[in-house]
């Protein structure tokens, strides 16, 4: 399908395609939507099979990344930068050529970290552009565990609408989230099993947090309350939804659900899904509160998340219909209301000329 076609489809506003032939810079920056505020997104890296393979993902990644801001009441819009990566590739002057594109944008688009970039592709963005997020900026604090603390937040309202006090949790991954989602049930007083494909770190949190370490084929089966994804998405599909002994699916991976009907899958099984894109945006949260309104500290806004979670749970029992789409309905009702204010008040979008030309 063509590109403009594929951009009307889930309405992105604008697509970049970046090519510079002397650092060999190649990837695309998806604006999606900039009705609520600034669009925000990550820039991945990636050995992409394909250029298709990348414009997808940076449409894709973009459209969620709306998606998640507006459900979690955040005055920003959603976008990505992704970067193929290839051996030819000037990895510091990619990410300097990238910056300049960013800073012309002129703020209608913010970036930071996402699979694939290091601290030093960040550095290297931050010399040409202002509008990136440095992850050591003090005050800042870490990321993950503000994800972490949002995961936890939309866990407990799971675990209250179950009425389950001491839950048993399997977390797969004990990377930067697993790891502090673990040391925060571990003072919640919760019982953890924990796997890792690197054996250290599952180790590492079985002796800080007293959790029992499982192979990684067995974390998603492994008998227990809560199974928190917190490594990879697409693990919750057609094929292992069956070998799900959980009630509950909450963690901080993204798109945790192979397809939408894997979610109604879930609820028609009785299994309580935490939409990824709720309980994951601790994160986002702090770092926009921290570099868009210039907040010292994001505890409160995070731990709304359990009031959210509590709404998707009543919306989706009123309208018998899962936790995903449910999820999807709110953040879809709040853009809508914000794009009705804005054509109320503002007329629409209005294209002006230039000041210079607007004379004759
Ligand atoms: P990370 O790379 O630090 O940790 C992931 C861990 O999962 C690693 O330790 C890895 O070895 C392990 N892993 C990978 N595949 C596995 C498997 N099959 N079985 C068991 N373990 C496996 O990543 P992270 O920053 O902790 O993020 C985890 C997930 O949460 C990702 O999907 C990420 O996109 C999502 N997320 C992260 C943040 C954040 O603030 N870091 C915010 C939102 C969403």
Same mark, same amino acid.
């Given at each position: 399908? !063509?590109?403009?076609?594929?951009?009307?489809?889930?309405?992105?506003?604008? /697509?970049?395609?970046? +090519?510079?032939? *002397?650092?060999?810079?190649?990837?695309?920056?998806?604006?999606?939507?900039?009705?609520?505020?600034?669009?925000?997104?990550?820039?991945?890296?990636?050995?992409?099979?394909?250029?298709?393979?990348?414009?997808?993902?940076?449409?894709?990644?973009?459209? *969620?990344?709306?998606?998640?801001?507006?459900?979690?009441?955040?005055?920003?819009?959603?976008?990505?930068?992704?970067?193929?990566?290839?051996?030819?590739?000037?990895? %510091?002057?990619?990410?300097?050529?990238?910056?300049? /594109?960013?800073?012309?944008?002129?703020?209608?688009?913010?970036?930071?970290?996402? /699979?694939?970039?290091?601290?030093?592709?960040?550095?290297?963005?931050?010399?040409?552009?202002?509008? &990136?997020?440095?992850?050591?900026? !003090?005050?800042?604090?870490?990321?993950?565990?503000?994800?972490? +603390?949002?995961?936890?937040?939309?866990?407990?309202?799971?675990?209250?609408?179950?009425?389950?006090?001491?839950?048993? /949790?399997?977390? #797969?991954?004990?990377?930067?989230?697993?790891?502090?989602?673990?040391?925060?049930?571990?003072? +919640?007083?919760?019982?953890?099993? %924990?796997?890792?494909?690197?054996?250290?770190?599952? +180790?590492?949190?079985?002796?800080?947090?007293?959790?029992?370490?499982?192979?990684?084929?067995?974390?998603?089966?492994?008998?227990? @309350?809560?199974?928190?994804?917190?490594?990879?998405?697409? %693990?919750?599909?057609?094929?292992?939804?069956?070998?799900?002994?959980?009630?509950? &699916?909450?963690?901080?991976?993204?798109?945790?659900?192979?397809?939408?009907?894997?979610?109604?899958?879930?609820?028609?099984?009785?299994?309580? =899904?935490?939409?990824? =894109?709720?309980?994951?945006?601790?994160?986002?949260?702090?770092?926009?509160?921290?570099?868009?309104?210039?907040?010292? @500290?994001?505890?409160?806004?995070?731990?709304?998340? =359990?009031?959210?979670?509590?709404? &998707?749970?009543?919306?989706?029992?009123? #309208?018998?219909?899962?936790?995903?789409? *449910?999820?999807?309905?709110?953040?879809?009702?709040?853009?809508?209301?914000?794009?009705?204010?804005? @054509?109320?008040?503002?007329?629409? %979008?209005? &294209?002006?000329?230039?000041?210079?030309? #607007?004379?004759?």
């Amino acid at each position: 399908m !063509p590109l403009l076609s594929r951009m009307a489809e889930q309405d992105h506003e604008q /697509v970049i395609a970046l +090519q510079n032939r *002397a650092c060999g810079l190649r990837g695309f920056l998806a604006i999606h939507d900039t009705t609520l505020g600034p669009a925000l997104g990550g820039t991945r890296i990636w050995r992409y099979a394909s250029e298709a393979e990348a414009l997808d993902d940076a449409l894709r990644l973009s459209r *969620a990344m709306t998606y998640k801001a507006s459900l979690a009441e955040l005055p920003c819009g959603g976008g990505k930068v992704v970067l193929i990566d290839h051996d030819r590739l000037d990895r %510091v002057a990619a990410f300097e050529a990238l910056g300049l /594109v960013v800073e012309n944008l002129g703020g209608r688009f913010f970036t930071g970290v996402d /699979v694939g970039t290091t601290a030093e592709d960040l550095a290297a963005m931050a010399r040409t552009t202002a509008y &990136v997020a440095c992850e050591s900026a !003090p005050g800042l604090g870490d990321i993950s565990e503000h994800t972490a +603390q949002g995961v936890w937040q939309g866990m407990r309202a799971c675990l209250e609408a179950l009425g389950i006090e001491r839950p048993r /949790v399997a977390i #797969q991954g004990v990377g930067g989230v697993g790891r502090w989602l673990a040391r925060i049930l571990h003072e +919640q007083g919760a019982e953890l099993l %924990v796997a890792d494909l690197d054996p250290h770190r599952a +180790q590492q949190v079985a002796e800080t947090c007293g959790a029992r370490v499982v192979a990684p084929e067995e974390i998603l089966a492994a008998d227990c @309350d809560v199974f928190a994804p917190c490594a990879l998405g697409g %693990v919750i599909r057609h094929d292992t939804i069956p070998r799900l002994q959980a009630r509950i &699916v909450c963690g901080s991976a993204n798109n945790v659900l192979a397809t939408a009907e894997d979610g109604d899958e879930l609820a028609r099984r009785g299994i309580l =899904y935490a939409p990824d =894109y709720l309980v994951n945006a601790g994160g986002l949260i702090r770092g926009a509160e921290f570099y868009l309104l210039g907040r010292a @500290d994001s505890r409160a806004s995070i731990a709304r998340i =359990y009031d959210r979670m509590k709404r &998707v749970l009543a919306l989706a029992q009123e #309208q018998s219909i899962s936790t995903a789409r *449910a999820a999807d309905q709110l953040a879809e009702a709040r853009l809508k209301q914000a794009k009705t204010f804005r @054509d109320l008040f503002w007329g629409g %979008v209005k &294209v002006r000329r230039p000041a210079a030309h #607007q004379a004759d």
